[in-house]
């Protein structure tokens, strides 16, 4: 689990190393609120996606299902800064699928890790192959990435999309076509 010490002692240093008075008032609890908020936003390293996919409905038709704009907020493995914007999540059912809510979830548990965008989409992707054996499943992330925008060059409002295609959507580009269609219409 989570060495609270450790990441209290951490912030403490950095802040030391900017420069800055950390007995000063504003910046006293800091250390404690940065280890608490950790548990919270890294929280997903401890939880297993499988959990939320464990229940599951049978279904005759195997039609595609969507799920799209899943609001998620992630870190950036290389600066520790925030990501986020929307996932994209279609797949075609091979007789069982998950509640909607779950998509939602699984998002969650991925996104609540240091990541790379294009690991997490990957990792979704995953997740829902391993659990739901679909006939095939798609992901897409658009998101805004503050170490981009805030800092370095600096481009606010830009996004960076990354798409995992596993299965039937990985072999018809057909499929993929309907899917991004459909989380392009309002
Ligand atoms: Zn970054």
């Known amino acids: ?7 209290r002692a951490g912030v403490r240093l950095i802040l030391e190393g900017i420069g800055e008075d950390i007995t000063r008032e504003g910046l006293l609890e800091t250390p404690d609120r940065i280890a608490r908020m950790c548990a919270e936003i890294y929280g997903g390293l401890y939880e297993d996606p499988a959990k939320h996919l464990q229940k599951q409905f049978t279904v005759a038709n195997d039609d595609m299902v969507i799920e799209k704009d899943i609001t998620f907020y992630s870190t950036c493995e290389h600066h520790l800064l925030p990501f986020y914007g929307k996932a994209h999540i279609g797949y075609v059912p091979d007789g069982r699928v998950a509640g909607l809510s779950k998509l939602a979830r699984t998002v969650d548990v991925f996104a609540r890790r240091p990541q790379i965008q294009e690991k997490m989409t990957a ?8 659990n739901l054996k679909p006939k095939g499943v798609i992901v897409m992330l658009e998101a805004e990435h503050t170490c981009m925008t805030m800092r370095g060059i600096k481009k606010p409002g830009s996004r960076t999309v990354t798409l995992t295609a596993l299965g039937i959507f990985q072999e018809q580009r057909d499929l993929q076509d309907r899917f ?3 989380v392009k219409q309002l």
Do not use: F, T
């Not at 990792?123 to 391993?130: G, K, M, P, T, V």
């Open 1 to 7: 689990m989570m060495d609270y010490d450790k990441i």
């Open 123 to 130: 990792q979704i992707a995953q997740a829902l192959a391993e």
């Open 180 to 182: 991004l269609a459909m």
